[in-house]
C-alpha cells in the first residue's frame, strides 16, 4: 500500500503531467517540447521561441533562451546559480531532477572549483594521448564483432559500449556490464527531464543506490591497494587538500553518468546525419581526418545536451526587460547552436564549416564539460575507425530516438556493412 506522501508525490506528477499536456494544447512552445511525439525534430520549435525574441516567457514558469549571445552570458556570470534550493521548481516538467535524490551533481561538493582542480588532471593532453590508445583498440574489437553479424546495431554494439568501456577503465572498474550500465545511463538520462511516475522515482533510486554501493566498494579497494586510475588520484591528497570519500563516490557517478551517454549520443548523432546527407559522409571517407571537424559540426547541429537550467540570484536585463530574483532560465543550446547572427547558414550540416566550433554543446563558463578532451578524442576515434573499416555502411532501419528531452540521442540505428 502506498502511503500519504507517496500518494502526494503521485498526484502531483499527474497534476503536471496534466499541466504540460494542457499547455501544450494551448501552444506553449516549452510544453510542446516535453511532449514525446516533438522529439524527434525539436529545431522547428526553437524557430518559433526565436521568432518571439531572444527570451521566450512560457506558461510552465520558465523563460527559454535561444539567443546565443545571452546564453553565454548567463554561462559566464556568477549571478546566475546551476539551480536554487527547490530542483523542482527548475527541472521541467516532471517532478524533480537527479540533484534532488542523489550526491551526484557537484553542487553538492563541498566547493566545485577546488573540485575542478582535482579531477582536471585525468583530462590533460597526455593522459588524452594515453586513452587514445586504449579507445583505439576498444574501437576495433567492437566493431569485429558488430561486422560479424549480417546486420548490427550501431548504438547498441558500438556507440553505447565504447565510452562505457573507456570511463570505466579510467575510473578503474574492470569487466563492466556494459547493458547494465547503459540501463544506468538511460534512467539516470531520462530523470533530467523530471521524473513523472513512481515507477521511474523508484528506478531512478535503485540505480543511484547500486551506483553509489558499486563506488564505494572501488574507493575501499583502492585505498587498500591503489592502481593507476582515477579514483586512487582522487585518494591521493593534493598539498593539504583530499577529497572525502563521500565526494569521490559523487565524482565517480557524475563522471560515469555525464562521461558516456552524452558521448554515446555524440556518436550515434553524427553517423545518422551524415548517413542522412551521404555526400557529408563521401566527404568523411574520403578524407577521415576530417573527423574531429565532423564531431564538432555534430555537437553544433544536434547537440547531445540540448538545454541547461539556470537561475538568476539577482536582479537582471534581458531582451529590454528586467527580469526579477529567481527567474529561471533554460539555456536552448541546440537553439544557440543555429543562431543566424553567429553561424552562417545555421540549418545546413557542413563537415567542412569553420564557424562550428563557437558551439556551446559544451556550454561555457564555470562549468564547461570537464570531459570535452575526451568526449572529443572518442567522437573522433569512432568516426575514424568507422569510415577506414566500413566506408560503405548504410542504414537498414529507421532510427529509435532516445525518449528524452535534454540529452538528445539513439537508442538504435540498425546498419549493415
Ligand atoms: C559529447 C559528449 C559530452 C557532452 C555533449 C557534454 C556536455 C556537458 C554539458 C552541457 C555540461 C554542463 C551541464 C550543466 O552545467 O548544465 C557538462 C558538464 C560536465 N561534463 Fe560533460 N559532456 C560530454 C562528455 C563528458 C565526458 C566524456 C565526461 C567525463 C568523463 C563529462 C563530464 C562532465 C562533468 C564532470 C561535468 C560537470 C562540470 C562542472 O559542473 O564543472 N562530460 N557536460
Not at 565504447?162 to 575510473?171: D, M
Not at 574531429?292 to 547541429?301: I, N
Request: charge should be negative; charged fraction near 30%; proline fraction near 7%.
Amino acid at each position: 500500500m502506498p502511503n500519504t506522501a507517496e500518494l502526494r508525490r503521485t498526484v502531483k506528477r499527474q497534476l503536471r503531467r496534466a499541466t504540460v499536456w494542457s499547455m501544450a494544447r494551448r501552444g506553449d512552445l516549452v510544453g510542446q517540447l516535453m511532449l514525446h511525439e516533438r522529439l524527434d525534430d525539436p529545431y522547428p520549435l526553437y524557430e518559433k521561441m526565436r521568432a518571439r525574441g531572444p527570451v521566450y516567457r512560457s506558461r510552465m514558469g520558465l523563460h527559454a533562451v535561444t539567443s546565443h549571445e545571452l546564453c553565454t552570458r548567463v554561462l559566464r556570470d556568477p549571478a546566475f546559480a546551476r539551480r536554487n534550493e527547490e530542483p523542482q521548481r527548475v527541472t521541467p516538467p516532471g517532478e524533480q531532477g537527479p540533484s534532488a535524490d542523489s550526491n551526484f551533481l557537484q553542487e553538492e561538493l563541498s566547493d566545485h572549483m577546488r573540485w575542478r582542480r582535482l579531477v582536471a588532471p585525468a583530462f590533460r593532453p597526455r593522459k588524452i594521448v594515453e586513452y587514445r590508445r586504449r579507445t583505439e583498440e576498444v574501437a576495433h574489437r567492437l566493431l569485429d564483432a558488430a561486422l560479424a553479424k549480417d546486420e548490427f546495431d550501431l548504438v547498441t554494439d558500438f556507440a553505447s559500449p565504447l565510452p562505457i568501456t573507456v570511463i570505466s577503465e579510467l575510473l578503474g572498474l574492470a569487466d563492466v556490464d556494459v547493458e547494465l550500465f547503459a540501463h544506468y545511463g538511460l534512467i539516470t538520462g531520462k530523470a533530467i527531464d523530471g521524473i513523472r511516475s513512481t515507477r521511474q522515482a523508484n528506478e531512478f533510486r535503485t540505480a543511484v543506490r547500486e551506483l553509489d554501493e558499486l563506488f564505494a566498494g572501488l574507493v575501499r579497494k583502492r585505498r587498500a591497494e591503489p592502481g593507476d586510475d582515477l579514483v586512487s588520484e582522487l585518494l591521493k591528497p593534493q598539498g593539504d587538500q583530499a577529497l572525502p570519500e563521500r565526494e569521490i563516490v559523487g565524482t565517480c557517478q557524475l563522471l560515469l553518468t555525464a562521461g558516456f551517454e552524452t558521448t554515446t549520443n555524440l556518436v550515434s548523432n553524427t553517423v545518422l546525419r551524415l548517413q542522412e546527407d551521404l555526400v557529408q559522409w563521401e566527404k568523411l571517407v574520403d578524407d577521415p581526418d576530417l573527423a574531429p571537424m565532423a564531431a564538432e559540426e555534430s555537437l553544433r547541429y544536434d547537440p547531445p545536451v540540448q538545454y541547461s537550467i539556470r537561475v538568476a540570484r539577482e536582479e537582471f536585463e534581458a531582451d529590454g526587460r528586467t527580469l526579477p530574483p529567481d527567474t529561471v532560465l533554460m539555456l536552448v543550446l541546440g537553439g544557440a547552436n543555429r543562431d543566424p547572427d553567429v553561424f552562417t547558414d545555421p540549418h545546413s550540416f557542413d563537415i567542412t564549416r569553420s564557424d562550428a566550433t563557437s558551439h556551446l554543446a559544451f556550454l561555457s563558463g564555470a562549468h564547461y564539460c570537464v570531459g570535452a578532451p575526451l568526449a572529443r578524442m572518442e567522437a573522433d576515434v569512432a568516426l575514424k575507425v568507422l569510415v577506414e573499416r566500413v566506408p560503405g555502411l548504410r542504414m537498414t532501419g529507421r532510427p529509435v530516438r532516445r525518449p528524452t528531452a535534454a540529452l538528445r540521442g539513439l537508442l538504435h540505428l540498425p546498419a549493415t556493412a
